[in-house]
């Protein structure tokens, strides 16, 4: 079945507390991104990449990190979290490049807590 | 830079066919309109793409005059399944590229 992972699903964690959240797609796609999503400001691009090495920030890139070091993985990586980063990010891939209107697969979602 | 703006929430029946409009005013000559829907605890998931007139698939419609201002993603017959949020995405090559993603229209089928 074609599919977006994402690991934990859950987290709660504590300010300055180094985690990374896994994305992982079976489909081949080169191009993948993170979002997060929060109540009323919708989805917010953090960071996508265009192919293996190959990564660019988003609309909202201050405090986290990604690596691509292989074509299926993606991991978010928060180096010091804080509160504001208290919210349900979404890893997503898609075949074409988003400017083409591309049709990208979402992950299920990882909520994330800050304390 | 292209803005997406949808009604908040929309309530409708089963068995009939809604419109839900997103405004694009400032939308580019490059940029493409997409729509998804998202269930509650779930990512979102595509639903149609389109540049100009109209685009069809087997879950949906998508209208877009030719001034391209707007689009209407039109789902016809629908049924409490369809109960999710909306949402409308501007792919967009102003500013060395960005999505600009609606807020999202709620929408509510009654039985």
């Known amino acids: 079945e074609a599919q977006v992972t994402q690991n934990p699903r859950y987290l709660i964690t504590v300010t300055g507390k180094k985690l990374t959240v896994t994305c992982s797609q079976n489909?081949?796609?080169?191009?993948m991104s993170w979002y997060r999503q929060d109540p009323g400001l919708g989805l917010r691009q953090i960071y996508y990449?265009?192919?293996?090495?190959?990564?660019d920030k988003g609309d909202v890139p201050e405090g986290y990190k990604v690596s691509r070091k292989e074509k299926r993985n993606f991991p978010l990586i928060l180096e010091s979290p804080s509160p504001n980063q208290t919210s349900l990010y979404f890893c997503?891939?898609?075949?074409?490049?988003?400017?083409?209107?591309?049709?990208?697969?979402f992950g299920p979602g990882t909520r994330l807590t800050v304390t | 830079l292209a803005k997406t703006t949808q009604p908040i929430s929309m309530d409708s029946y089963e068995g009939q066919e809604v419109n839900i409009t997103c405004s694009h005013n400032?939308?580019?000559?490059?940029?493409?309109i997409t729509w998804y829907q998202q269930f509650p605890s779930q990512g979102p998931r595509f639903i149609i793409q389109?540049?100009?007139?109209?685009v069809t698939n087997e879950v949906a419609s998508l209208f877009i005059p030719a001034d391209r201002k707007s689009s209407t993603l039109s789902l016809p017959r629908v049924s409490l399944s369809d109960t999710a949020v909306y949402y409308c995405?501007?792919?967009?090559?102003?500013?060395?590229?960005?999505?600009?993603w609606g807020a999202g229209t709620k929408l509510i089928i009654k039985p």
């Open positions: 400032n939308i580019a000559t490059n940029d493409y």
């Open positions: 997503a891939s898609s075949l074409l490049p988003l400017t083409s209107g591309s049709e990208q697969y």
């Open positions: 489909m081949n796609h080169e191009y």
């Open positions: 995405l501007v792919n967009s090559m102003d500013s060395n590229y960005q999505l600009i």
């Open positions: 389109g540049y100009k007139t109209k």
């Open positions: 990449s265009m192919n293996v090495e190959v990564t």
